[in-house]
């Protein structure tokens, strides 16, 4: 079957099938390996460990998975509900014409770079939120909020673009039956569309959430980059109004420098990147297992 | 009763995307208004000078675009051959699903780790140091996918008459490819690339660490140790360090040029693109 | 054409209704009695424009992008297309069935009352009994009564039809109107449909589009055909069934009864 086919265009897809899976299988090799060593040292505490001092060899990520999670939380919070509603409106409630301008608009909203909204953040967004947490007395506008509040913006175009997907593939057959039979148009639109869009709005979180995780540089231009915050109680709200660090803003500074020699430091920061990967990869999975699943019922 | 909650429910999801769309329209705006004053024909075409203080943007400009042109031949003849693969020669619907669930995770991967990748291995293991060849194919393979699957959508909505009578003529696969699916696909191809390279011309995280340096580099002469500057990280560096107000007038112009760029690559593929999505999804 | 006198009270009239969507006219000047608790039946070529007709009378027209409606739809003497009538209180005393079934992906039972547990005029308690009733009236209770929270997705098409009907019935509708209910299904099922609709007739008024001059002769009292001239939708011919049926006045009728006869002669399954 597979060297069927031996014209020259053939083995070119070939080729370049291959090239992409051993750049991927490299990729992963790379990272993995040069991780041993860090999570040979540390082992479980890489993860449940919440000290990072790599002068001590204290390799603990707790505080930068926490960082990670928090920041992509806050922007979920902000992004799924605007994101949807948007969604929702600009499918099911716009004329035709009017929805082909809102949908540019989000998509070039989605194409401003990161870097433009780490500007913003750094010289707005963070004013904004140092005013707004007076009350909390905080040291600065580089919060971990703030960076939450950055990212929400930016991944609420992933959202509502696959969520308008989501809710077009649910036949229209289904919502003249339920306006047929005197439902109005949020009652249609609740209780009939969106149960049956669920899988594609899930996985279109799923997926901006494994964007949230991996975004660099717009947080590490906010989140202030300070190591160890660990709040004392997990419940509380206080590392939000604080600085903190993520996996990626810890990768995009400059400790990446100092630490590149020492196989133990560079080892530590390697295996932040696999559980990048880890995460990523996982995310992807199941948000493309769910398309399908959506796929399937319409 | 229900007409109230028919009206807050119309109320709230029209909300919801104007705010979408305000946000968009506010960052455009202050970008816009800041940056317009900094533009100019010497920023344009004169060079970084008292880091960036004064002078202007030149070799930013043409260090990106050299990133983006090697990026585009990095990624474009491969994301020919691979949808080639997935869509005429992969039979198995398994594997096809495998091909495709690869692309949507490399299109995942944090770009962060693209440059630490490339950090590894090629400025230190095959120690290059930081060129402008790493910078484009690091870029090339992130904008990969995006290529890749706007083309295969492409071929996909090829009307599958055309197929059937060139296969009815007896010609063989490698033929229909080269006489049917790639003319026709092209306009695939080209948006995907628009598409890719407006994302790789902003992206600072593959190119910080293996490709570019703020200031000290013109037009790269060789390979190893070839640096470029590029605009994002020249925003990203001044974003933390600049203080004098020329500085800060200087960075806003650098970022408005960065998102007409930006913009300009992306503005005329959209509707087009819009329209492809549709037609695959819902056909 | 009967006029208003022979009309016997009409519970839905149309006043030169004309409907174009985009740049094509769909139809002309339609003048449309329909009486009341009488089943008229409304035959003609496709695509003439009878669906769009129907979906005039409960608005379900308005979805078709681009749609515009002139001319006017008297429901019990008032204008439908009034600002101040609400669409959605209008369909529930209008129901549709559509050609092809459209069920729900929930039980059986959630199907049948999902009209009326929304729109709650009915009070909780009473729910299973009007599904009964409608199931019933829908020859379709005997089949499910031991599965009501079965998905109503692993009902057969024919049976997926007559859930449709049932679920339209519970809510009380005055006008049913039917897109060809029965074309895309098997004789059998047919068959039930007719029965159904026929132990409707008195107490519903039911306008019915059908390809199925059989199925017309059977069960309508009054019959309208709507051909289309220089290609638009008109309404050529109305009368009681039998007389139209008999002796048509028109020429396109003549040759659609022609051309419906020659085809359900050469295959009467087929042409159901």
Known sequence: MLFQNKSPIALYSWFSTVFLLGSMGMFLFVFVYQSIPGLAHSKLSFITGDVWYYRSELFGAGAMILGTLLVAWVGLLIAVPIGIGAAIFTSEILPAKLRILVKITIELLAGIPSVIYGLLGVLFLRNWVYKLLTPFDPLSGDTVLTAGLLLGIMILPTIMTMADDALRNVPAAQRLAARGLGLNRAETICLIVLPQARAGIMAAILLAFGRAVGETIAVFLVIGRQDNRWPESLFSL???????????????????????????????????????????????????????CGAVHA | M?????????????FAALVGCGVFIAIFTVIFYRGLPAISFEFLTDQIRVAGASGGIIYNLIGTLILLVSALLVSAPLAIGIALMQTVFLNNGALKKRLELLLYILNGVPSILFGIFGFIVFVKYLGLGKSWLTGGFLLGMMILPTVTIALIERIRSIPKKYLEAATGLGLRKSQIIFSVILPQSMSGLTTGSLLGLARAAGETAPIMYTATIFAGATIPTGIKESPVLALPYHIFVLAQDAFAPAAIQNLWGAALVLILLVFMLSIFVLPLRLKIHEEAHHA | MPDLNTCMTPILQTHQLSVAAGERQILRDINLCIPTKQLTAIIGPSGAGKSTLIKCFNRLVEYVPSIRVNGDVLFHGQSIYKPSVNADQLREKIGIIFQQPVVFPKSILQNVIFGVS????????????????????AALWTEVKDRLHEPALCLSVGQQQRLCIARTLAQCPEVILLDEPTSALDPKSTEAIEHAIENLKGRKTIILITHNLGQARRLADWVACISTRHGVGELVECDLCEALLTKPKSAEVIEFIKSRRREEQISPMMAS
């Open chain 3, 118 to 137: 929304r729109l709650g005029h009915i009070p909780k308690k009473q729910w299973h009994e009007v599904a009964e009733q409608a199931l019933t009236d």
């Open chain 2, 2 to 14: 229900r007409n109230i909650m028919n009206i807050l429910f119309t109320s709230f999801t029209a």
């Open chain 1, 238 to 292: 206080r590392p939000l109004f604080e600085a903190g660090q993520t996996m990626t803003s810890k990768l995009g500074g400059s400790e990446v420098n100092i630490a590149y020699g020492d196989t133990l430091h560079w080892g530590a920061m390697m295996s932040l990147g696999l559980v990048l990967l880890i995460i990523v990869g996982l995310v992807t999975h199941l948000s493309a297992r769910l398309i399908k």
